[in-house]
């Protein structure tokens, strides 16, 4: 049973440019949801999309928006990158939609670096 | 909005003792509270989820409690190993404004180094 798998697992790039990150959810679940996750802290919500559309979203600016493929996948991405967006970007997935009381299990992250 | 608190943020024992980590929230009308562990540089590994109707779950040497009153859980890990040595971490759904679950909110973690 595969995992919640994320790509890519580290990448720079400079201020300005844009990134996209990816996610594919456990076998059997409809729900993903992005975490970022500075040094030292714990991780933030981003947002969690169910059904392809965005169902919540945490305190984040509008450089940062996402997708949902009919096949549950999920895209994450970030234009304009400033150096405090460099982070851990965990994907989460599990089963339920809105409101997700279900347990969420997590992908191994993608490191970002912001230079 | 729902808010996490873990103490302590570091503990150091040698291998062998009994731990007790612990976490407090702020919102007593949580949904479920969840227990992960993270290694150095890689994503969260989900320990144990407990339901706002349950009170404790456990799965081989790790407990979690739930105390919805006091607004504390604990995680407790019996005869500590060498390879328990992470990150811990709590998390809780935020309760939207609609009463609904929203992200949730993490801890910022207990480091905990169990030496050989």
């Known amino acids: 049973d595969a995992g919640v798998t994320q790509s890519p697992t580290h990448l720079i790039k400079t201020r300005g440019q844009q990134v996209t990150l990816r996610c594919s959810p456990k076998s059997g679940h409809d729900t993903v949801s992005w975490y970022q996750q500075a040094l030292g802290q714990g991780p933030q919500f981003i947002f969690q999309y169910y059904e392809e559309e965005e169902r919540q979203r945490g305190n984040f600016p509008d450089r940062f928006s996402g997708h949902q493929f009919p096949n549950y996948s999920s895209e994450l991405n970030v234009n304009a990158l400033l150096l405090g967006d460099s982070a851990l970007y965990l994907c989460a997935s599990s089963l339920g939609g809105y409101p997700n009381t279900g347990e969420l299990f997590f992908g191994e992250g993608s490191r970002l670096t912001v230079l | 909005k729902q808010e996490v608190t873990q103490i302590p943020a570091a503990l150091s024992v040698p291998e062998g003792e009994n731990l007790v980590l612990n976490c407090s929230f702020t919102?007593?009308?949580?949904?479920?509270l969840q227990w992960f562990r993270q290694d150095p540089g890689k994503g969260l590994t989900s320990l144990l989820l407990i339901q706002s109707s349950q009170r404790e779950q456990t799965s081989g040497r790790l407990n979690a409690s739930l105390d919805k009153s006091s607004g504390r859980s604990t995680l407790y890990i019996a005869a500590s190993q060498p390879g328990d040595s992470a990150t811990y971490l709590c998390a809780s759904p935020n309760v939207g404004s609609g009463g609904g679950a929203d992200g949730l909110t993490f801890g910022k973690g207990t480091h905990l180094i169990i030496q050989p």
């Open positions: 919102d007593s009308a949580i949904y479920n």
